[in-house]
């Protein structure tokens, strides 16, 4: 995919100038088939394991293609590094049915989300 076809697919996600709101819904999407799938494997149910898994795959790759990562752009930078950390938890989660995977899969989104709204906050503020 080329940068201007990335570009003008992320400008088509947003009526207006995309901010960042929408990233939470995003990190709590993949927070649920975290849980979901660290549930399977505690109920030894390794087909909704697998599922749940590539779901929270499949939403990282929608959510990595709409990352802003032109030259210049540090937030998309960051979060494409935290994002490949996240799926190396999947890939742990699922070869080695690892809920202690999931539950740093789980404890990174949450840190995310609640600095996001914090960082999202002082700025409507100031």
């Known amino acids: 995919m080329t940068m201007e076809t990335m570009t003008a697919y992320r400008a088509g996600m947003f009526d207006g100038k995309p901010d960042i709101s929408w990233l939470s819904q995003g990190w709590r999407g993949l927070r649920q088939y975290g849980r979901k799938a660290k549930a399977a494997i505690e109920a030894g149910d390794l087909i909704t394991k697998a599922a749940m898994i590539a779901r929270a795959d499949q939403l990282l790759n929608v959510m990595t293609g709409i990352?802003?990562?032109?030259?210049?752009?540090?937030?998309?930078?960051?979060?494409?590094?935290?994002?490949?950390?996240?799926?190396?938890?999947?890939?742990?989660?699922?070869?080695?049915?690892s809920t202690a995977a999931l539950d740093d899969f789980e404890a990174a989104l949450a840190i995310l989300d609640r600095d996001m709204?914090?960082?999202?906050?002082?700025?409507?503020?100031?």
């Open 67 to 97: 990352l802003d990562s032109e030259p210049g752009s540090k937030l998309g930078a960051a979060l494409l590094t935290i994002y490949t950390a996240l799926r190396f938890n999947l890939l742990r989660a699922n070869i080695d049915n």
């Open 117 to 126: 709204i914090k960082s999202s906050e002082s700025a409507i503020a100031a």
